[in-house]
């Protein structure tokens, strides 16, 4: 686990949640103690780490409060692997469908490529060097240094008398030009390697998505690398070669070792609308039993069992998983027994209030009020929200979600859309730069408030 989390308390982790989510305490002290714990179980005596297992979270409440957005944010926090998943997309084995492992395979990719970036970063200066000696290849093909016998002084201000000195020295110069970007438009011709791996489709076969994978990439690895000339901007070229590079100064074998060992100790898998696979068992057949089968066929990745990837075999016992769904029709009751044992810890989210919708819209560091105006200042026009009309919104909000079918927060980006379109819409051609909008509760309601009392709510629903 990342030596940072030493210092991040479960009340720091909360404060850092804070910053994104309003309300929903409770939830956020479960998941806060849930991260600490991955440390805790990383750092105890080796005898016993292995049995510490972690306490995967069910989250029960309705859409639009926060949900997914705890378990994301908690991720990005730890720097962990994260994949969300929705358990209706998942079918029992011998359905058509999804199997419930590719959403470890999912994980293990996603730690891969958060590996792979972290690789990048540590041999970016290496890489960068050799892109600067291909491209200058390409400009001011190197002049052979012929033997020489005898004693060079080493002076600078020494004029070079051969052709390979005098080149060496050109080199540099525009190697300082490339460096600073004054050669960025100039264009050249580059040789960028082409994959040659097809996209294979095999019909009929009975072959699984992992067996799918692994013959695509055998193929692949077995198809020669083609090189393909492309002129491109210098600019263009930095970008396209420094990935070549980087990925040949980096060991693939290391990446998918570590990668295997974060995602296993550190990897957090979201399932989503885990209510609609409930029953209520009550017999009869249908959909109802492949949801039951879906249960089962989740119960053993989520108790622990081994899942095979193409980038090695991945162990699930200490993965993290947090389950969430709004249980309107169903209740988590209604899971198999043996699913719900393994979600021992249940966090109930509140609905949102008129209060919760304010602060939402004036709090956190992403707050849609904050995104506009961003977008806006794009355009060099100056936007702002007086207080009353944030109110006014979070009332409107409210009154429609109450209304309506309860969407939560997500009301605010119907009822922010609503408001402000007009103004996207007139913007850079009627209202120009260097405008200032500001937006009064008297506006808000002038666009919003006879939808309401009219009840004609249909521009709401999503």
């Known amino acids: ?57 069910l989250m029960i409440g309705a859409t639009g409060v926060g949900k997914t957005e705890i378990a994301r944010r908690l991720a990005k926090l730890a720097d962990a692997p994260f994949t969300k998943v929705e358990a209706s997309k998942f079918t029992e084995v011998g359905y058509v469908g999804r199997d419930v492992e590719s959403m470890v395979r999912d994980l293990v990719e996603q730690a891969v490529n958060m590996v792979k970036a972290a690789k990048k970063e540590t041999v970016k200066a290496r890489a960068q060097q050799l892109v600067e000696d291909i491209i200058l290849d390409i400009l001011i093909p190197p002049v052979k240094q012929p033997v020489t016998t005898g004693f060079m002084p080493n002076d600078s201000t020494r004029v070079p008398d051969s052709d390979a000195e005098l080149n060496e020295k050109t080199r540099e110069r525009f190697r300082d030009k490339i460096r600073s970007g004054e050669m960025d438009e100039r264009k050249i011709e580059i040789d960028v390697q082409q994959s040659q791996t097809p996209n294979i489709g095999v019909m009929g076969t009975g072959m699984d998505e992992l067996s799918m994978m692994n013959l695509q990439d055998m193929i692949g690895g077995m198809m020669p690398k083609r090189n393909r000339k492309r002129k491109v901007t210098i600019a263009e070229a930095k970008k396209l070669l420094l990935e070549e590079e980087a990925a040949k100064l980096i060991d693939m074998d290391e990446v998918k070792d570590e990668a295997i060992f974060k995602a296993e100790n550190t990897g957090i898998i979201f399932i989503d609308e885990i209510d609609k696979i409930a029953t209520n068992r009550s017999g009869g057949g249908g959909p109802d039993v492949s949801r039951e089968g879906v249960q089962r066929d989740l119960l053993p990745i989520v108790e622990g069992s081994t899942v095979n990837t193409k980038y090695g075999t991945i162990n699930t016992d200490h993965i993290l998983f947090v389950a969430a769904g709004a249980f309107h029709v169903s209740k988590p009751s209604d899971l198999i027994p043996e699913l719900q044992g393994r979600f021992p810890i249940r966090v109930e989210l509140q609905s949102l209030s008129e209060d919760d919708f304010y602060q939402i819209l004036k709090a956190p560091k992403n707050a849609l009020t904050k995104q506009y105006e961003a977008m806006m200042a794009a355009e060099s026009v100056d936007l702002t929200f007086q207080d009353e009309a944030l109110r006014e919104m979070a009332r409107i909000a409210y009154e429609v979600n109450s209304e309506v079918e309860n969407i939560g927060a997500r009301r605010l980006q119907t009822v922010m859309s609503h408001l402000l379109n007009d103004f ?39």
Do not use: C
């Open 424 to 462: 996207m819409f007139d913007i850079p051609d009627i209202i120009g730069p260097n405008a200032h909008l500001v937006v009064t509760k008297e506006m808000v309601q002038e666009k919003l408030s006879g939808l309401v009392q009219n009840r004609d709510l249909s521009q709401f629903i999503l």
């Open 1 to 57: 686990m990342n030596e940072f989390l030493k210092d991040l308390t479960p009340r720091q982790i909360v404060a850092e949640l804070d910053q994104y989510i309003i309300g929903q305490h409770n939830a956020k002290r479960n998941v806060a103690i849930a991260l600490r714990n991955r440390w805790r179980r990383m750092n105890a005596p080796a005898d016993i780490r292995r049995e510490i297992v972690p306490n995967n979270i």
